[in-house]
C-alpha cells in the first residue's frame, strides 16, 4: 500500500538528497552511537520542511528552490531506464544522464553546497563539518593528493554566498 507523505515529487526528491547531504549524515553521526538507526533517531534530524521548496532559490536569480535542485538530482538519480517513471515525476522525458564519475561529483557538491547555506551553517563550521569525514579526506589524498571534495564544496559555497550578498546568479 502506498502512503501519501503529500509531498511533490520534487519535494520528495529534494528531501531524499538532503538525506545524502554531509550535514544530515553530519548530524546524525553526533546522534547515534551504533550501527542501527532507530526511528526515535530519524526523527530527531532536522529535515527542511517541504514549503522551504516554494521559496526562491537565493543564489538563483530566477526561479524555485525544488526548480533549482531537481535537474541536478534527477542526473545523479535517473541513470538507466528502470528509472523512467522517476524520471517522468520530475517532468522529464528525456533519456537516461550517462555515467560521467566528475560530473557526478561535481553534482554532489554543487548539492552539499547548497545544503549547507540551507541550513544557515557558517564557513568556518563547513570547514569544521567536512573534517569530521576522514575516510573521505583519506581517499581524496590517496587519490588526488588533497581533501578534494571539502576544497570543491568550500569554493562551490563560497560562490553561492557571493551570489546570495550581490544578486548575481550563481553559475555551475
Known amino acids: 500500500q502506498v502512503v501519501s507523505t503529500g509531498w511533490t515529487p520534487k519535494e520528495s526528491s529534494a528531501l531524499f538528497a538532503s ?12 546522534k547515534i552511537s551504533g550501527g542501527n538507526l532507530s526511528f526515535y533517531i ?6 527542511l520542511p517541504p514549503t522551504i521548496h516554494t521559496e526562491l532559490c ?32 520530475l517532468d522529464y522525458d528525456g533519456p537516461p544522464f550517462s ?3 566528475e560530473r557526478r ?33 583519506r581517499r581524496d589524498e590517496r587519490d588526488y593528493g588533497e581533501y578534494r571534495t571539502k576544497i570543491i564544496i568550500q569554493e562551490i559555497y563560497d560562490e553561492m ?11 555551475t
Open 58 to 89: 537565493k543564489w538563483s536569480r530566477f526561479g524555485l528552490l525544488s526548480d533549482w535542485l531537481a535537474p541536478r538530482i534527477l542526473e545523479l538519480v535517473y541513470t538507466a531506464w528502470d528509472l523512467k517513471s522517476f524520471a517522468k515525476s
Open 99 to 101: 555515467w560521467d564519475k
Open 19 to 30: 538525506l545524502n547531504s554531509f550535514i544530515l549524515d553530519y548530524v546524525l553521526r553526533q
Open 42 to 47: 530519524f526523527k530527531q534530524l532536522p529535515i
Open 161 to 171: 554566498a557571493t551570489a546570495i550578498e550581490t544578486g548575481q546568479p550563481y553559475q
Open 105 to 137: 561529483f561535481l553534482l554532489r557538491c554543487e548539492l552539499d553546497a547548497a545544503f549547507f547555506h540551507l541550513y544557515g551553517i557558517d564557513r568556518g563550521d563547513v570547514d569544521y563539518i567536512m573534517d569530521a569525514f576522514p575516510v573521505v579526506k
